[in-house]
C-alpha cells in the first residue's frame, strides 16, 4: 500500500527492473538513453530477475514526474512507467469546429503523443506513438479487447487454462481472474497491425510479472 496525493492510501504496484539485455532502441527519452549508456556496466552488473510478488504493509512516499509533450510518461528504474487515459472526454477542435471528444476505450493518438496498447496477462503490450489521424479524432484503441464476454470466458476456460496460456509469467493463476484469460482478448498483432495509419510502434513489451488486484 502506498500513500499518493490525497488523503486516501491507494494500491499502487511499483516495481523497478533491470534488465541486461535492454537495447538503445528501448529509450523514448534521449537524456534516459544517454543516463543509462553512462550507467550500463553498473545496470549490468545487477542482473536482477523477479521471482515473486508480496503484498507488504510498509508505506512510502511517490514522487511523480510529468514529461512535457508526451503525455505524462515517465521512465523510472529503465522502465517505461506512466498513465494512458482511456476513458474521458476532452475539448478539441478539428476543421475549426470545436469538439467534446469522448474516448471510450480509446486513447489520444495525436501526433507524436505516447500511448500504452496491451494486449492481455500473456501477450505482452506495446508502447505506441500517435499519427495525428484527424479521420480518427487523432484516436487508437486502448488494448487488444475482448474476443469474447467475462461471462463467456468464465464458462469456456480453467484455471488450468489460464496457467498454460500464462506460462513464463508470474502472475495470479486462479480461477478468480480466469475472465481475464490471453484466449478471450483479441490478437494484439492484429490490432496493431489495423491501425499503422494511426499510430506507429515504438516498443513491444514482453511481460515479466501481471499484478491484478
Ligand atoms: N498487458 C495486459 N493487458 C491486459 C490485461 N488485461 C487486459 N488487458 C488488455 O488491456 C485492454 C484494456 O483493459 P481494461 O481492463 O483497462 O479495459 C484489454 O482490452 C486487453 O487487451 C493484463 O493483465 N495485462
Ligand atoms: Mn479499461
Not at 489460464?162 to 478471450?184: F, M, S, W
Request: with cysteine; aromatic share 6%.
Amino acid at each position: 500500500m502506498r500513500t499518493g496525493f490525497g488523503t486516501v492510501d491507494t494500491p499502487i504496484f511499483v516495481m523497478g527492473l533491470s534488465r541486461t539485455d535492454l537495447t538503445q532502441e528501448f529509450f523514448i527519452h534521449d537524456e534516459h538513453r544517454a543516463r543509462w549508456e553512462a550507467n550500463r556496466d553498473a545496470v549490468e552488473r545487477r542482473g536482477w530477475t523477479v521471482r515473486a510478488v508480496r503484498a507488504t504493509d510498509e508505506i512510502e512516499e511517490v514522487f511523480c514526474a510529468v514529461v512535457e509533450d508526451s503525455h505524462s510518461f515517465a521512465l523510472d528504474g529503465n522502465i517505461l512507467t506512466g498513465n494512458c487515459h482511456h476513458n474521458y472526454v476532452a475539448e478539441e477542435t478539428y476543421d475549426g469546429v470545436d469538439l467534446l471528444v469522448t474516448r471510450k476505450g480509446a486513447i489520444r493518438a495525436g501526433s507524436g503523443d505516447l500511448g500504452i496498447i496491451p494486449g492481455s496477462m500473456g501477450t505482452g503490450s506495446y508502447i505506441v506513438r500517435g499519427l495525428g489521424n484527424t479521420a480518427s479524432f487523432e484516436s487508437a484503441s486502448h488494448g487488444a479487447g475482448r474476443r469474447m464476454s467475462r461471462t463467456k470466458a468464465r464458462k469456456t476456460f480453467t484455471a488450468a487454462d489460464l496457467a498454460a496460456q500464462t506460462a513464463g509469467v508470474e502472475c495470479r493463476k486462479d480461477t478468480g481472474v480466469v475472465d481475464e484469460i490471453p484466449a478471450a482478448y483479441k490478437d494484439i498483432e492484429t490490432v496493431i497491425k489495423a491501425q499503422t495509419d494511426l499510430v506507429e510502434v515504438v516498443a513491444h513489451l514482453k511481460q515479466v510479472v501481471c499484478v491484478k488486484g
